[in-house]
């Protein structure tokens, strides 16, 4: 059974940094598309980061620049580093996983099968 456990998550004022952890059980990241999602009140869930390899990420334009995506297959852990956090990014933050191991999908919100329970950031001005 697949289970992702987002953590790292909490209240920062603007300006700070926070870096969100996903642990996965029940399957590998290796070579498979995994992301970062957030929900904030009222919108539609949005896709914040992509990895589907070290060479191969993709970023919203509202993060880039700000957000650094990265995992460790090993020990099958997923990292989001934000920075510079703004109000704006004030959201739940999911860990999702998806079965595509060709990377052709990994934009596609609807393959990510997998996901975990979300952590809450909180960002004051």
């Known amino acids: 059974q697949v289970q992702l456990v987002e953590s790292g998550g909490g209240s920062v004022q603007s300006g700070g940094s926070l870096s969100l952890s996903c642990t996965a059980s029940?399957?590998?990241?290796?070579?498979?598309?995994m992301g970062w999602f957030r929900q904030a009140p009222g919108k539609e869930r949005e896709g914040v980061a992509l990895?589907?390899?070290?060479?191969?990420?993709q970023y919203a334009d509202s993060v880039k620049g700000r957000f650094s995506i990265s995992r460790n297959s090993a020990r099958n852990t997923m990292t989001l580093q934000m920075n510079a956090l703004s109000p704006d990014d004030t959201a739940m933050y999911y860990c999702?996983?998806?079965?595509?191991?060709?990377?052709?999908?990994?934009?596609?919100?609807?393959?990510?099968?997998?996901w975990g329970q979300g952590t809450q950031v909180t960002v004051s001005s």
């Open positions: 029940g399957m590998t990241f290796a070579t498979r598309c």
């Open positions: 999702a996983a998806s079965p595509d191991k060709t990377g052709a999908y990994c934009g596609d919100q609807s393959a990510y099968t997998h």
């Open positions: 990895i589907y390899t070290s060479e191969y990420t």
